[in-house]
């Protein structure tokens, strides 16, 4: 089964952060139409993920999975079961989708918190968007939402 990629808007941005995290290629078209979102996912062999119903007719061949936005876990659930990650577990910037690398904390200095940079041994970094991530409680907070939703632990 080849990897997922979805491509999604800003109403479904909650969930679609949780997917990036956990390794899916999620793209956030943010205030596109639903037409627009449909012609994203031809151009780029994607998905879409979507609350509404409607099937826009000129894009019948398009695939499309509708989410109810009421319960993410288990929206997340339901797509974990079916589709394959692109990657790892926080292997992506939740920010832009874009595959995260893995650097030297010296290189963040002066834009990550000195008493993060003494504790952390790699950060990784976004190259598309200049976002660094590291371990942290955020991380934390997120892992144990992610294990709650999928019943098992996150790499
Ligand atoms: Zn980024």
């Known amino acids: 089964m ?7 808007d800003a109403s479904l941005e909650f969930l679609a952060r949780r997917l990036i995290f956990l390794g899916y290629d999620v793209a956030v078209v943010r205030g596109a139409r639903l037409e627009e979102l449909f012609e994203a996912a031809r151009a780029g062999d994607r998905t879409v993920l979507t609350m509404s119903r409607r ?75 200049g976002k660094w991530y590291w371990a942290g409680t955020h991380v934390a907070r997120l892992r144990a939402w992610l294990e709650q939703a999928l019943g098992r632990p996150v790499g």
């Open 2 to 8: 080849p990897p997922a990629r979805f491509v999604t």
């Open 55 to 129: 099937r826009p007719r000129a894009f019948a061949d398009v695939a499309a999975i509708t989410v109810a936005r009421d319960d993410p876990a288990a929206a997340l659930r339901a797509l974990a079961a079916a589709h394959e990650p692109a990657g790892p577990p926080f292997s992506r910037c939740a920010e832009c989708d874009a595959p995260l690398q893995r650097r030297h904390p010296m290189e963040a200095r002066g834009e990550v918190p000195g008493r993060v940079l003494r504790g952390a041994r790699a950060l990784s970094y976004c190259a598309t968007c």
